[in-house]
């Protein structure tokens, strides 16, 4: 008997970690009906585990592919050499109907006794098939008067590449009768038993001198359990991913706090390189490899992945030690430095006081990059964290650092990082961490008495989030009206909370005055007040503004097509408006008579703060950068090419890339096509898996994932039983905790605990269908539950303020459970950034389409506390039914299964679609400002181009140039030529409808949204 655990704060993992197993129990014993012995509801309409159809039955085809039924269960596996003898163990149970005497059902089934027996199998060499076992069930069958049932036993012996192999199936071979659920079997198990075998070997696995590619059996139908000497049916394949942790040294973790780098930041990070380098030594030394070469007989590829790797493990430990080495002889950047470590704690708040030892040694190894920016802005550097983190933590580092060292190089105003999110919904919870960060900045900032704005947070976002401009009257669809906003109760409000004094007293209003739309904070104690809160919402305020760090979505990247303002975000403005809080001026435009974005602002236009050069920003950031793929990635390598060309050209420097990453897989050419730079990662991959120095494995559980694939029934009727079982156990904590807790000999103390992290279940979706259908269920199918089942949506169509309300209420739960939110049907809208400790448990409805979206969806669960993840196979898709074949591969090695991403830069169709945003903008940000007038008319095209005869064609040559088009891209230099040819022709003989500039585009005008593709079939990429 398990002693009981007591109630205490470090009990609580181990508590869960109980609760969880539990849960997967009794899920699966739901599905598979272990429980129950009686039914009034016909088993063949509920239970969807571990059933088996009868084979005559099951084989005909009927269009019912979705809910696939197999007859037949079993293991493939490879005896040892001479191994011909071994047993087989079955068991199954059937259930027969009789008449229902009370209640108002007609039938009642009944569980009948349990068939099990072992056979003795000696396979005969040479022979192909053996059946077995015909005898034993039908004496069996006899013995239960299971009418018309009938079952057994193969051993088919199979050629498997240049080996045989043995699969040993138990099949159904029934004939269907109404008494006994047409034929079916319920429970279904067959067990090999003293058994030799050899592992099979996963060889698709690229770099595989870090996994352990043996696999010991194969499962038919279903999953195999192996013990000693014995390999076992499972109807639950199963992983087990521990916590990752962050310090592997036996010497102890140097004190990396935020306090103690302030004062210090080069002893403590000498004392890391010292421990990282001795790790090293036991992991990555040539010695090392080399023993390891020789024990598990590497091949020669293995052998040569394992040099290549270690030599980009060797560089990674260089530029931490050359972190050290810059703290310690650059006073400023010493000094920027500590003065960041100060801001970061004052924006941890409390809630933790040190990096994790990956983070800091991310920034000593990204130092560099501050002061030598020529040579490190050729490199994209990539942080890969599979396992989650404090990414955002560590960008920010690096953010604040350059905003620092940039006011204290006289950088006094003017974007440092432009920050972009590939999906439309940027999320909330990490723009307020951004938010954090910049207060905790501007306070350091204001104690250094540094001169120049107070640092500020841009947000640049496509859709109607937030407007592009607030005008007087409404002109375009995209505008709003300043009495429009006016009518609004707190309008655009992005944070809720102050990033100051974290209270939750923002309030947003529209100030004529100076035409913003300011945040404000109501506390009265609060650093910021009196003063608006550095947080700009309005694209046209940003522009006015230039926000120290704009974070976004990627399709404005698009506006470099139509919008002068957005060269501020690659170079300088045009000048300053000479009215107070006008700020920025850029082109000039019949409405805006001196570029003042201001409406009707007649003011003049005053000099820049300081040389133009200065102000384009040092970091460009890509988050996520596995989701630009196919016609969206190729889209966005057009326009990352017209940014990185004008900045060039605006400021004589490129940006530094930094991107992340779920997945590396080919990540260096997707890199080279989006960014035409080289790649590096951080952290490289550890040498063996689960035994990293940044990470490696605790002996706490972080997640227990399982598929179930549902027999005979949908996978929707899957998902919503296993809500109700899911809901039902918590219910049941609630309402018998004692009980539930004796189980688990647990202290029912910790009975609260489990309710709050344990009590909303998560279900994924990967198609709004998919979705709706849950959410129909929600309203007919969950009464069975017992109380009302709350549900919330969090997909790409739920609006903005409702994502932000349920956000709130799953993070600070109602204190009544029944007014709590029980179920979250989410889409991959959810897979960015949602980061909610209380959400414990998913159940995925199908498998997404890549294997990037999987770690990131089951990502959002267990982010502190044990979780369990359900998916739930659509096994009539090919792909679902594969990673349902080797699902605990599939979990373990998922970032190596990704298969590559596609993406090319050298579409021509796609440079269709870029082409007249790629020219405009170098109209409109690069030469405009030198022209002789404005260059939206074709009047004002022709003034410039008599000043300026070459100017067409030389920028069709920076177009080809910056896009890397050499001679052998003929199809490309065509379409290029055609475009500029019939630009040119269209501005000669203009049509009548012809306004603009942009109405000469022979094929349309620029993009308004780098997602305007997406609609479209997705590009045939090169890889
Ligand atoms: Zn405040
Ligand atoms: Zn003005």
Redesign the pocket.
């Known amino acids: 008997m398990i002693s009981v655990l007591p109630f205490s704060e470090e009990g609580k993992v181990e508590a869960a970690t109980r609760f969880v197993a539990w849960l997967e129990d009794r899920a699966i014993a739901g599905a598979r009906g272990d429980a129950e012995e009686v039914s009034d509801v016909d088993p063949i309409g509920k239970f969807w585990l571990g059933r088996l159809g009868p084979k005559d039955e099951v084989t005909k085809s009927d269009g019912r592919g979705d809910r696939l039924e197999p007859c037949a269960i079993g293991i493939r596996f490879r005896p040892a050499v001479g191994k011909s003898k071994f047993s087989i163990a079955i068991s199954a149970r059937a259930w027969s109907r009789k008449r229902n005497k009370e209640g108002d059902r007609p039938w009642l089934w009944t569980k009948l006794p349990a068939i099990a027996f072992e056979v003795n199998v000696d396979f005969p060499d040479g022979a192909d098939e053996l059946v077995l076992g015909v005898e034993e069930f039908d004496a069996r069958f006899k013995a239960i008067k299971g009418d018309g049932l009938m079952a057994e036993i193969r051993v088919v012996r199979r050629r498997y590449g240049t080996n045989f192999v043995l699969e040993a199936t138990l099949v159904n071979t029934s004939t269907p009768k109404d008494a006994f659920c047409d034929g079916r079997l319920f429970e279904c198990w067959l067990e090999v038993r003293g058994i030799d075998s050899i592992p099979f070997e996963l060889d698709s696995l690229p770099d595989t001198f870090r996994y352990d590619r043996r696999v010991a059996a194969f499962g038919i139908n279903c999953g195999v359990s192996p013990s000693e000497g014995a390999l076992s049916t499972s109807d639950a394949p199963a992983k087990t991913r521990m916590r990752p942790k962050y310090w592997a040294s036996s010497s102890p973790e140097p004190d990396i706090s935020f306090q103690r780098l302030e004062s210090d930041p080069i002893a403590p990070a000498a004392e890391l390189t010292a421990a990282f380098e001795s790790w090293a030594e036991t992991a990555w030394s040539e010695k090392v490899l080399e023993a390891r070469r020789i024990a598990e007989r590497w091949t020669p590829a293995m052998t040569k992945e394992a040099s290549k790797a270690a030599a980009l493990f060797h560089d990674e430990l260089k530029r931490v030690r050359e972190g050290v080495a810059l703290l310690e002889g650059d006073p400023k950047l010493r000094t920027a430095f500590s003065a960041m470590n100060r801001a970061m704690a004052i924006s941890a708040s409390g809630k933790y006081d040190r990096w994790r030892p990956f983070q800091f040694a991310f920034l000593l190894a990204n130092l560099k990059s501050l002061v030598n920016t020529d040579e490190e802005s050729g490199v994209a550097d990539v942080v890969w964290f599979a396992t989650g983190g404090g990414k955002t933590e560590t960008y920010l580092g690096l953010l604040v650092t350059a905003a620092i060292l940039d006011r204290m190089g006289g950088k006094t105003s003017g974007v440092t990082a432009w920050s972009r999110f590939p999906l439309r919904m940027l999320s909330l919870q990490q723009t307020q961490r951004f938010a954090n960060a910049l207060a905790g900045a501007e306070i350091v900032r204001r104690q250094m008495g540094l001169a120049g704005d107070p640092f500020s947070l841009g947000f640049l976002v496509g859709g109607t989030a937030t407007p592009n401009r607030v005008r007087k009257d409404k002109g375009r669809e995209s505008d709003w009206d300043v009495d429009q906003v006016e009518d609004m109760v707190n309008p655009f409000l992005l944070i809720e909370t102050c990033p100051f004094c974290r209270q939750h007293s923002v309030t947003t209003k529209f100030r004529r005055g100076d035409w913003r739309l300011i945040h404000e904070c109501s506390n009265r104690d609060c650093f910021s007040y009196g003063q608006p809160l550095p947080i700009f919402v309005v694209d046209e305020e940003i522009w006015r503004f230039l926000p120290t760090i704009v974070v976004g979505t990627l399709d404005k990247a698009a506006n470099v097509g139509f919008q002068p303002g957005m060269r501020g975000l690659v170079g300088a403005p045009w000048g300053t408006?000479?009215?107070e809080g006008?700020g920025f001026?850029y082109a000039i435009r019949s409405d805006r008579p001196?570029g003042?974005l201001?409406p009707d602002?007649r003011?003049n236009r005053a000099e820049l703060p300081m040389p133009e050069a200065v102000f384009a920003p040092r970091f460009r950031l890509q988050d996520e950068l596995h989701l630009l793929r196919d016609s969206l990635g190729a889209v966005d390598a057009h326009y990352e090419a017209v940014l990185d060309s004008i900045q060039l050209h605006l400021s004589g420097r490129l940006p530094k890339i930094l991107a992340s990453s779920a997945t590396l897989s080919g990540y260096e050419k997707q890199v080279d096509v989006l960014f035409r730079r080289s790649a590096r990662v951080f952290p490289q991959p550890p040498p063996e898996d689960g035994r990293g120095f940044w990470t490696s494995e605790s002996d706490d559980l972080m997640r227990r994932y399982l598929a179930l694939a549902p027999r005979g029934l949908t996978v929707e009727f899957a998902v919503d039983r296993l809500v109700i079982t899911l809901q039902g156990c918590v219910r049941r904590l609630l309402d018998d905790g004692e009980a539930v807790c004796a189980e688990l000999s647990i202290s029912s103390d910790y009975n609260p605990f489990l309710v709050s992290n344990y009590g909303t279940d998560v279900v994924y979706g990967n198609t709004l269908r998919d979705l709706d259908a849950v959410m129909r269920s929600s309203q007919t199918q969950y009464g069975a539950v017992g109380s009302a089942l709350n549900t919330a949506s969090l997909t790409g169509r739920t609006d903005f303020e409702e994502v932000r309300a349920t956000l709130a209420r799953l993070e600070k739960p109602e204190d009544d459970f029944s007014s709590r939110v029980h179920l979250v049907a989410a889409s991959s809208m959810m897979s960015h950034g949602v980061d909610i400790d209380r959400l414990n448990v998913m159940i995925m409805l199908g498998l997404p389409l890549g294997v990037a979206e999987f770690i990131q969806a089951t990502a959002r669960v267990g982010r502190k506390w044990p979780a369990l993840v359900i998916v739930v196979p659509k096994v009539a898709r090919e792909r679902d039914a594969s990673v349902y074949r080797s699902f605990p591969e599939f979990v373990s090695h998922g970032d190596r299964f990704v298969e590559p991403i596609p993406i090319t830069r050298k579409s021509r169709r796609v440079l269709e679609r870029t082409i007249s945003g790629m020219e405009i903008a170098r109209l409109l940000l690069l030469h405009e400002k030198e022209a002789p007038g404005p260059l939206t008319t074709p009047k004002g095209l022709n003034a410039w181009l008599k000043v300026n005869p070459d100017g067409l064609k030389a920028d069709k040559a920076a177009i080809a140039q910056s896009l890397g088009l050499t001679d052998r891209d003929l199809f490309l230099l065509d379409e290029l030529d055609a475009w500029f040819g019939g630009f040119a022709r269209n501005l000669r003989e203009p049509g009548t409808d012809v306004r603009f500039t942009s109405d000469l585009s022979p094929n349309g005008p620029p993009m308004m949204s780098l997602r305007d593709v997406e609609e479209q079939a997705p590009v045939a990429g090169e890889s």
Do not use: D
Request: charged residues 10%; glycine residues 0%.
């Open positions: 408006c000479s009215r006008h001026t001196n003042c201001v602002c003011a």
